[in-house]
């Protein structure tokens, strides 16, 4: 069986021809990315597979990327592998924050946004 491990460089621009299957183990920020991701397998009319680990903390971004894209998805619990988390709660973000949030990690524009804010002379 030949196994190939890449980044998010790999969602964009690579044609393997007849993959029959891709495993996202950590969710892409973006449902475009994630569409792009998935859309490497089951190309030209061939069979294709789309398995994304999902954990209590990153269901509710699999659900929304899953409503933006308009996916038929189906969330399935595999015998062995039944969640022992619970979802952490999101905080909501500060008043001063104008950024959103997607997950746990900061977006570009929120890292450039606390650079900017850092870097303002407190006069």
Same mark, same amino acid.
């Given at each position: 069986?030949? +196994? &190939?491990?890449?980044? #998010? /460089?790999?969602?964009?621009?690579? $044609?393997?021809?007849?993959?029959? +299957? &891709?495993?996202?183990? #950590? /969710?892409?920020?973006?449902?475009? $990315?994630?569409?792009?991701?998935?859309?490497r397998t089951g190309r030209a009319g061939e069979p294709g597979l789309a398995v994304s680990f999902v954990s209590a903390d990153t269901e509710a971004h699999f659900r929304l990327i899953a409503k933006r894209q308009g996916l038929p998805v189906v969330l399935e619990q595999?015998?062995?592998?039944?969640p022992t988390d619970i979802a952490t709660p999101i905080t909501p973000p500060v008043a001063a924050d104008k950024g959103g949030i997607k997950g746990k990690r900061p977006s570009k524009k929120d890292k450039l946004r606390?650079?900017?804010a850092q870097s303002k002379p407190l006069a």
């Open positions: 069986m030949e +196994v &190939v491990i890449t980044t #998010d /460089l790999a969602s964009r621009g690579i $044609d393997i021809a007849k993959l029959p +299957v &891709v495993v996202n183990f #950590d /969710l892409p920020r973006s449902a475009v $990315d994630y569409v792009h991701r998935i859309g595999i015998a062995g592998f039944e606390a650079a900017a």
